[in-house]
């Protein structure tokens, strides 16, 4: 089981232990995805000889089975049960290991438990060396959510978007995913015209017209690997100014991705991409990093960044995703999925990258 390979992480890497509150590094060590625990504090707690033991709120009883637990009940202190396991694990002191997204409330109330010297560290230190390197398996799950992403693109192709509102066309885009998958992977990106020079605008009132550029940045989960794309269409022809960005930042997507290999750093992604935009005189209008890492979190290691010293491995999945925003004109963004297989790059979501015209 993965909880094994991080036990001997956290050996070999001098830890005491670590405190996992839920999300996705739980589920990938454990395949456990309680949902909605909201407040009610659920904790894995693993210690270095070995041990794991998780504390949950009993509404959970029925969905978390074979798996060593214990449940506590409305009304109870959890952190009474949470100073037992502890106790248990003989965990009073030493190097701890802090799952980073834990509420603070939880962190501030185990940092409060009597007689305890730990020092805390970020557990992505350890789990950002188990994630970044995809098994084949799960590769192919992201696949699956690509596909999806690809699906939704054409669907949305055949459909009249003019005079449809940003939000409107969001939550079609909701919709397209949700029927063919488990879910989104984020809150659908819809920005028309002017819109498009802020990278995350968020879906408004703006109805589409005739001339606009139209960014659409969304993805979908599938039995949690996410996908994660943007196309960029045309309402009628737009501005010349647009169509010629257009096509710069299709050939910076296009030379970045070829650029992907196993051997080079995250960072030699990005100079390529930053490269052909700079080049074409665009330089600072392409205001953030080419992309991201992308798995069970739709953002997560390998950044692909000016920054990026990761060198790339087979088994890393992440976006390459150049864009260009001229504040007052649009924008333009071009967004596929890359995994590197063989030593090569992979584009896992394929949806025409031509500009299109509706
Ligand atoms: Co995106
Ligand atoms: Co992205």
Redesign the pocket.
């Known amino acids: 089981m993965r909880i094994e390979q991080l036990i001997r992480l956290i050996r070999e890497n001098d830890f005491n232990g670590a405190l996992i509150s839920p999300g996705t590094n739980l589920y990938y060590l454990t395949g456990l995805y309680p949902n909605e625990v909201g407040e009610r504090i659920t904790l894995l707690v693993i210690n270095a000889d070995g041990g794991y033991h998780l504390l949950a709120p009993s509404l959970y009883e029925s969905t978390i089975q074979d798996f060593p637990v214990t449940f506590w009940r409305d009304g109870e202190n959890p952190y009474e049960k949470l100073a037992w396991i502890l106790a248990e694990f003989e965990l009073s002191s030493g190097r701890i290991l802090i799952e980073d997204t834990m509420r603070a409330d939880w962190l501030m109330n185990i940092m409060k438990l009597g007689n305890r010297n730990f020092e805390f560290y970020p557990l992505s230190l350890l789990m950002r060396k188990l994630r970044m390197r995809k098994e084949p398996k799960e590769i192919r799950l992201m696949e699956v959510a690509a596909k999806v992403a690809d699906r939704v693109f054409e669907e949305l192709l055949g459909s009249d978007l003019l005079g449809m509102r940003e939000k409107e066309l969001a939550l079609k885009i909701e919709m397209f995913s949700r029927e063919l998958s488990d879910g989104i992977s ?1 809150k659908p ?1 819809v920005a028309s015209g002017e819109n498009g020079a802020d990278p995350h605008h968020a879906p408004g009132d703006r109805r589409l017209r005739k001339g606009d550029m139209v960014i659409l ?3 979908a989960k599938w039995k949690g690997y996410c996908s ?3 196309r960029t269409v045309a309402l009628g022809r737009p501005d010349e100014k647009l169509v010629e960005i257009y096509e710069i930042v299709r050939e910076a997507q296009e030379r970045a991705y070829k650029a992907v290999r196993a051997g080079i750093k995250a960072k030699d992604v990005d100079a390529t991409a930053r490269g052909t935009i700079g080049k074409a005189g665009y330089g600072k209008y392409f205001t953030h990093r080419t992309g991201h890492g992308l798995g069970l979190d ?1 953002h997560e290691d390998p950044y692909i960044g000016p920054d990026g010293e990761v060198v790339l491995e087979n088994g890393m999945a992440f ?1 390459v ?1 150049p864009g260009i925003y001229v504040p007052g004109l649009g924008g333009v963004r071009i ?1 596929d999925d890359v995994a590197v297989i063989d030593g090569r790059g992979k584009r896992l979501t394929r949806a025409n990258r031509e500009l299109v015209v509706l």
């Open positions: 984020f990106i940045d969304y993805g994660d794309i943007t739709v976006t995703e967004e």
